[in-house]
């Protein structure tokens, strides 16, 4: 099935303020987003180009983009973006608000401006929004035997019956359904689910994946989500 970068719930926050960026991670990781860091813009860019040529573990559903980077600005990296193709929805943040500032940043692609300093609620309804009109509300569904989820509804159901599990189970149960069959490191899921420089455990991996065997595979008598020593999880191909 192919992957919409605007029905992920993957955010790319790309910033050089060590404090602003740990702010803005751990509040967008408590809105249930599953969070990703760059430091200039070059990191950034590579990134989201990596992402968008189908590399690493999960799209990037939307951009928080600083306008004053290092390396490259935040208008060459969406100018860049939108050059290859990306269409990722880019949310520009900066401390420039003029008229002018704002119309070059729609100029070069942006989606939406927010000027700084911010609400932090303000900056979560913005991505959703600009995540909505991206996708055009588009509906997206995975099936895994009979595992079935509602990306942009964020609900999961097996066997016809609906399971509920919290924001950061559905991230990682999606990431397991995109690739059924295949192992995931343990490290290529922290980082997509947690995001970069999260300092997860993984103790604390391994209570996520307990929590979705007890929801999911226990009560129908299944063993679906694997344990391969050593390595990683996989999530057992349709059968």
């Known amino acids: 099935m192919p992957q919409r970068a605007g029905l992920s719930g993957r955010i790319l926050v790309v910033e050089d303020?060590?404090?602003?960026?740990?702010?803005?991670?751990?509040?967008?990781?408590?809105?249930?987003?599953?969070?990703?860091?760059?430091?200039?813009?070059?990191?950034?860019?590579?990134?989201?180009?990596?992402?968008?040529?189908?590399?690493?573990?999960?799209?990037?559903?939307?951009?928080?983009?600083?306008?004053?980077?290092?390396?490259?600005?935040?208008?060459?990296?969406?100018?860049?973006?939108?050059?290859?193709?990306?269409?990722?929805?880019?949310?520009?943040?900066?401390?420039?608000?003029?008229?002018?500032?704002?119309?070059?940043?729609?100029?070069?692609?942006a989606d939406d401006y927010l000027v700084k300093p911010f609400s932090l609620a303000e900056l979560v309804v913005r991505l959703h929004a600009v995540m909505r009109r991206r996708t055009g509300e588009l509906e997206e569904t995975i099936d895994v035997g009979d595992l079935r989820l509602d990306v942009p509804a964020r609900r999961v159901w097996r066997a016809g019956v609906e399971v509920l599990l919290t924001p950061r189970e559905l991230s990682l149960l999606e990431l397991l359904m995109r690739r059924p069959g295949i192992v995931l490191t343990r490290d290529t899921?922290?980082?997509?689910?947690?995001?970069?420089?999260?300092?997860?455990?993984?103790?604390?991996?391994?209570?996520?994946?307990?929590?979705?065997?007890?929801?999911?595979?226990?009560?129908?008598g299944r063993a679906d989500i694997e344990t391969v020593l050593r390595v990683g999880y996989r999530l057992k191909a349709s059968r």
């Open 17 to 109: 303020d060590e404090e602003l960026l740990s702010v803005l991670g751990r509040h967008l990781g408590e809105e249930g987003f599953a969070v990703e860091m760059a430091r200039d813009g070059e990191e950034g860019l590579a990134l989201l180009l990596e992402r968008h040529r189908g590399g690493g573990p999960s799209p990037i559903g939307a951009v928080v983009l600083d306008l004053l980077l290092p390396v490259l600005n935040g208008r060459e990296v969406c100018h860049r973006l939108r050059a290859a193709g990306c269409w990722v929805p880019v949310l520009m943040a900066t401390a420039f608000g003029e008229l002018d500032d704002r119309l070059q940043g729609f100029h070069e692609g």
């Open 189 to 220: 899921i922290v980082v997509a689910v947690w995001g970069r420089g999260a300092g997860v455990s993984p103790n604390l991996l391994e209570q996520y994946v307990a929590r979705l065997r007890r929801k999911l595979d226990a009560p129908f």
